[in-house]
Nanobody, 125 residues
Framework: QVQLVESGGGLVQAGGSLRLSCAVS????????MGWFRQAPGKEREFVAAIKNDGRSTYYSDSVKGRFTISRDNAKKTVYLQMNSVKPEDAAVYYC??????????????????WGKGTLVTVSS
């Protein structure tokens, strides 16, 4: 059974930093891309960032490019999202995701098969 467990959410001041983690179990972590999505109140869930299985390619939404960094540690079966220069509009529940198949599935939510329960990021201005 594939499980994704996010951690690291909390309250951060605008302009500050936060690092989210997602631990994965139940599959060979190093074979699959990983992604982060977020959902703000009243909005649809949106793509934030993704990383290929070997960590050599990363993808970002325009809204976080240059501020957020996705990385992974295949030995620890964990993916990270380093959030810098956080803005009030970054406040959301952040979800970790993994595709059902190998390869990079793209930014569409429906292409990602496994999800964590999310971790809440609150931004104070």
């Amino acid at each position: 059974q594939v499980q994704l467990v996010e951690s690291g959410g909390g309250l951060v001041q605008a302009g500050g930093s936060l690092r989210l983690s997602c631990a994965v179990s139940g599959r060979t972590f190093s074979m699959y891309a990983m992604g982060w999505f977020r959902q703000a109140p009243g909005k649809e869930r949106e793509f934030v960032a993704a990383i290929k299985n070997d960590g050599r390619s990363t993808y970002y939404s325009d809204s976080v490019k240059g501020r957020f960094t996705i990385s992974r540690d295949n030995a620890k079966k964990t993916v990270y999202l380093q959030m810098n220069s956080v803005k009030p509009e970054d406040a959301a529940v952040y979800y970790c995701a993994s595709p059902r198949d190998m390869g990079y599935p793209g930014t569409r939510e429906s292409w990602w098969g496994f999800w964590g329960k999310g971790t809440l990021v609150t931004v104070s201005s």
